[in-house]
């Protein structure tokens, strides 16, 4: 069966430490790949989207790697600050029409 | 100026009611979603139109019935709710870029968290 999965354990860091998260999947081919953030009580914000002939995204503290042979994809903050504490959500590309399949997310903690 | 907007933000009523949620997006996008997000935070697909059209419709109960008056537009109608309605639902809407395949990032208006007694 189809599956995305992201540590449904809380992760907590050192203010200024590089946050480092996970999305594994299985029995899913995505064209592309998202990572959204979401804070309590408001919608998903999309952060970056990288595609499967891509390797490596950057934008600004956050990059994405997407291994296409390991089926999965990693999120990094660098030099992370508490304003970073948030759930943040990978999302793959199933079949047409730009829809979507949303992991669980992953809740991160950065604490001063 | 608000991008994805959702009325009501809350939303109680008693199991068996019939009610309704409204979005608008004042983006231009062309399509537009519905998502649920259950107790486990969840999200799931429900609906998608595109240009009024509906395009993606996943399994969800007949119960549930999406309307596009425009393309700005996408109502969600809720006959005869049940207890496990209860969550919080997202509109969302993405523009089509064909340089990228028609496939690019979605904007989440801010939800409605329907509460079914």
């Known amino acids: 069966s189809q599956k995305i999965e992201q540590n449904s354990e809380a992760l907590n860091i050192q203010e200024g430490k590089t946050a480092t998260l996970t999305c594994n999947y299985t029995?899913?081919?995505?064209?592309?790949l998202q990572w959204y953030r979401q804070d309590p009580g408001r919608g998903p914000v999309f952060l970056l989207l990288?595609?499967?002939?891509?390797k490596e995204k950057r934008k600004e503290r956050l990059k994405v790697t997407f291994d296409t042979t390991l089926k999965q994809s990693l999120f990094h903050i660098t030099a992370s600050q508490p304003a970073d504490s948030a759930t943040y959500l990978c999302?793959?590309?199933?079949?047409?029409?730009?829809?979507?399949?949303f992991g669980a997310g992953t809740r991160l903690a950065v604490h001063p | 100026d608000t991008a994805v907007s959702q009325t009501p933000k809350y939303l109680v009523t008693q199991m068996g009611n019939d009610k309704s949620i409204k979005c608008e997006q004042n983006?231009?996008?062309?399509?537009m979603y519905w998502y649920k997000q259950d107790s486990k935070k969840f999200l799931k697909i429900m609906f998608s139109?595109?240009?009024?059209?509906?395009?993606i419709n996943e399994t969800v109960p007949n119960r549930f019935s999406p309307k596009s008056p425009d393309k700005a537009h996408l109502n969600l109608h809720i006959n005869s709710l049940e207890l496990g309605d209860s969550a919080v639902y997202f509109c969302?809407?993405?523009?089509?870029?064909?340089?990228?395949?028609?496939?690019?990032?979605?904007?989440f208006g801010p939800g409605t968290r329907l509460t079914v007694l």
């Open positions: 983006l231009g996008h062309d399509t």
């Open positions: 969302a809407s993405s523009p089509y870029l064909p340089a990228s395949g028609g496939y690019n990032e979605q904007f």
């Open positions: 139109y595109n240009n009024k059209e509906l395009i």
């Open positions: 999302a793959l590309l199933s079949g047409g029409y730009n829809k979507l399949i």
């Open positions: 990288i595609r499967e002939n891509e």
């Open positions: 029995n899913y081919s995505p064209a592309y």
